[in-house]
């Protein structure tokens, strides 16, 4: 992540370019927020408990440094958990995804620790639109891209095993290290700075993910 980031931040360095729109992570960024804290604003602390979330803490801190010496615009977008047709359903992330393949099979879905952990769901349309609107707004920004919803992997299951008609029951493991119990971002400054609102309903967009895995099961 960082030196890929880097690379493409020189690269838009000598080729003069006057932008770069950087996909950082919200559910990352900001580490475990307190309660009252939530949905949380972008100007909470930045801090990352993985290694995944320092990179892209890092990254950012490259993006400050870059604008400020090179005068390269940036716009950072801190995106909630993004779901939608044609996601990966066979890495460790990507729940929305996961759960819709064992869905349509019939195959049991795991669900880790107590299944309350909360994310903000984001349909990848709504993120698509998000970038588009970066690309010409909220120049040295940070902005949340999310619902400023909770929703917990228990309902996410339930929603799903009945829009799907399905008689699929979970398989209760246990809790992973370094998983976040709550996660929801603000996005207020998005909708301020770059004219960005989610549209997608969370029963919408899960509709849409299990009718894609249903015409390509495998």
Not at 99 to 120: L, M, N, S, W, Y
Not at 181 to 201: F, K, V, Y
Request: charged residues 20%.
């Amino acid at each position: 992540n960082i030196v890929g980031s880097i690379n493409v931040l020189e690269g838009a360095r000598q080729a003069e370019s006057e932008r770069v729109v950087f996909a950082a992570s919200g559910g990352t960024l900001y580490g475990e927020p307190a309660p009252e804290d939530l949905p949380v604003r972008e100007s909470h602390a930045q801090q990352p408990l993985s290694p995944y979330g320092v990179a892209k803490k890092s990254v950012i801190d490259y993006l400050v440094a870059y604008r400020e010496m090179h005068a390269l615009e940036f716009c950072a977008l801190a995106l909630g958990n993004v779901y939608g047709p044609r996601q990966d359903p066979h890495g460790e992330a990507g729940v929305v995804a996961i759960f819709a393949q064992r869905i349509v099979r019939g195959e049991p879905v795991t669900i880790f620790g107590d299944g309350e952990q909360t994310r903000d769901f984001v349909f990848v349309d709504d993120v698509v639109d998000g970038f588009v609107r970066a690309a010409t707004r909220g120049g040295g920004l940070v902005c949340n891209i999310g619902t400023g919803c909770e929703t917990s992997v228990n309902h996410l299951f339930a929603t799903m095993v009945a829009q799907a008609g399905a008689d699929v029951t979970p398989v209760m493991a246990p809790e992973r290290p370094g998983e976040l119990r709550r996660s929801c971002l603000d996005n207020e400054r998005a909708a301020i700075q770059l004219g960005w609102r989610p549209w997608t309903e969370l029963g919408d967009g899960t509709r849409a993910v299990l009718e894609f895995v249903a015409e390509r099961p495998d």
